[in-house]
DNA sequence: TTAGGGTTAG
């Protein structure tokens, strides 16, 4: 990974001349542009530019249209930069011309918090918070209804529950707002608990409440209260529209009601890609690949998810050769050839300069696998620095950075951190890698304090962990508690007897390898051999132990 | 002027 370098950037000294203003926002600024376009043009990091952009802000240089715009466009367009600060840069002149003639009122602030909720920019809404109490418009509601969306698109929930609370007369907008913050947060339940307080201050809910509520009825996967929440829906007569119809469709899929997704699906008037997208996805991840392919093929028109959707659920089926084989043949379709598929996974790549979560994630995860440890941990601070919240499975690939490279320190620094710091909750594939990382060390103890520790139950792949650790540093008391729990969880796993037997064999208790081997055969476990693939021609090739020895012959 | 639905990363 390359690190950022500081060379001192800098914008000419202000003349001492009787100009006071070097960098006025006249026509006679054309004399001064020129050092600013190639300051700009010298960046080589965001870093770099944003010291060009605070001094630009400090000497008053951003208000004049021409340099502002050099700095958007190199944001812009650079490879090193992102859009993201291209867009806060826009943001924040936007509202700097708009200063210089008329204030926003209370009509432009909505659309200001709205375009900063949409870019996820944090920083930029919580400016437009500060003027919004400045000017004394905290008040009113339409202001306070967008900053509790905004606050809650940012992952805030905290803020956006202060603004809530905080908010004198609650319209039903309020309350749908943090509804959907919460149920889009990752807090379901108080989502829930929200609409039973709504009922209970006798606000009437709306089709959009109801949406919320069915999302977080998905996301605890409480078919039971869905169910509630669909009577409740035609008892009081909502406004079921195509939103709505495809709320209650994702959730019937999601909470396992095939049945009644089905019926609804087939009954409804009109469908859009999303209900097209989330009838797909429902039948790939019950491994129903015909129909699924069937349904893809019937979609009047195909978006990304929709590929994301079918190419995934085959993939995690185990069948990523299949997975590949329809992301080509997909591709060809419209591509004509090979090639130009192949031409079409670029073109995604090269996109990515979006550089969401799971694109960074799964960066982390490739660097993490190969041995890139100190890179995927420099890659996680990037994410931070860019703003991107982490989420579980990032902090799942960072600990497994640390796992790889034997960061004791700083994994357990991070492991630490989830909660109280990123507001994620360690499950138990984190506990996992922090088994694994304490263990792989040698601190067999300490990973035991941390299992009993858990405040869940400890699963097969923290015992694994341990297994794992103990064949490592060889104890073989350990390792046999670890083993025992291991089976009592999973009694067919192959990989515990392996690495048991691995155990004795390492210390010379062949009785017990073969002992242990017998156990194996009794319950017909084998040991699946590992395979390699490669692709060519089109075609995945499998190569096992046995091919890559007969190669080598 | 404010609030809503599908997919992807381990």
Not at 129 to 153: A, E
Not at 223 to 234: A, D, H, K, N, T
Request: aromatic fraction near 10%; charged fraction near 20%; glycine fraction near 6%.
């Amino acid at each position: 990974m390359a690190t950022q370098s500081t060379p001192p950037v800098s914008l000419p000294r202000p003349s001492k001349s009787n100009n006071p203003n070097p960098y006025p926002l006249s026509p006679t600024v054309n004399n001064d542009r020129y050092p600013i376009q190639s300051l700009i043009n010298q960046c080589n990091s965001t870093k770099q530019l944003k010291q060009v952009h605070s001094q630009m802000l400090r000497t008053g240089l951003f208000f004049d249209p021409f340099s502002a715009g050099k700095l958007i466009t190199a944001s812009a367009l650079s490879p090193f930069s992102s859009l993201d600060y291209a867009r806060q840069s826009l943001l924040v002149f936007l509202q700097l011309l708009h200063h210089c003639e008329h204030f926003p009122d209370k009509f432009t602030f909505p659309f200001l918090i709205n375009a900063a909720s949409e870019l996820k920019a944090f920083r930029v809404g919580r400016a437009f918070h500060g003027m919004v109490i400045k000017v004394s418009l905290s008040s009113d509601v339409y202001i306070l209804n967008s900053l509790v969306h905004f606050y809650g698109s940012c992952g805030d929930l905290d803020l956006a529950y202060a603004v809530f609370v905080k908010t004198p007369q609650k319209d039903v907008v309020s309350w749908n707002s943090m509804i959907t913050a919460f149920a889009q947060g990752g807090c379901p339940e108080e989502a829930l608990e929200l609409f039973r307080g709504m009922e209970k201050e006798n606000v009437k809910p709306n089709d959009v409440t109801m949406v919320g509520v069915l999302s977080a009825c998905t996301k605890k996967l409480d078919l039971e209260f869905g169910r509630w929440v669909c009577s409740y829906i035609e008892r009081n007569e909502i406004n079921v529209n195509l939103t709505l119809s495809n709320a209650m469709l994702d959730m019937y899929m999601k909470c396992g009601s095939f049945e009644d997704a089905k019926r609804l699906f087939d009954k409804m008037q009109e469908k859009d890609i999303f209900s097209w997208t989330t009838t797909l996805d429902g039948y790939a991840k019950l491994g129903e690949y015909d129909e699924a392919r069937h349904v893809f093929d019937a979609m009047p028109s195909k978006d990304i998810a929709a590929w994301n959707a079918l190419i995934s659920a085959v993939e995690q089926n185990g069948k990523p050769k299949e997975a590949w084989l329809f992301f080509v043949n997909c591709s060809s379709v419209r591509m004509q050839n090979r090639m130009r598929s192949l031409l079409f996974v670029l073109y995604q790549l090269l996109l990515t300069e979006r550089k969401d979560v799971f694109v960074r994630s799964a960066t982390i995860a490739g660097l993490a696998m190969h041995g890139h440890g100190r890179a995927a941990l420099d890659l996680f601070s990037k994410m931070l620095e860019a703003r991107v919240k982490p989420n579980s499975v990032t902090f799942t690939n960072v600990l497994c950075a640390c796992s790889h490279t034997g960061l004791v320190n700083e994994g357990q620094r991070l492991f630490y951190q989830m909660e109280p710091v990123y507001g994620v909750v360690p499950g138990e594939k984190h506990y996992a890698c922090m088994v694994d990382i304490l263990g792989r060390s040698g601190l067999l103890q300490e990973a035991v304090k941390l299992i009993e520790k858990m405040p869940i139950l400890p699963t097969a792949s923290v015992w694994g962990a341990l297994l794992g650790a103990c064949r490592l540093h060889g104890n073989i008391e350990l390792a046999e508690q670890a083993c025992s729990r291991l089976l009592e969880l999973d009694p067919r796993n192959h990989g515990a007897y392996v690495l048991l037997s691995n155990i004795y064999a390492k210390t010379g208790k062949w009785d017990r390898v073969s002992g242990l081997r017998k156990i194996m055969r009794d319950f017909g476990l084998k040991k699946e051999p590992g395979c390699s693939s490669i692709e060519v021609n089109g075609i995945v090739h499998k190569f096992s132990f046995l091919t890559h020895f007969m190669l080598l012959m």
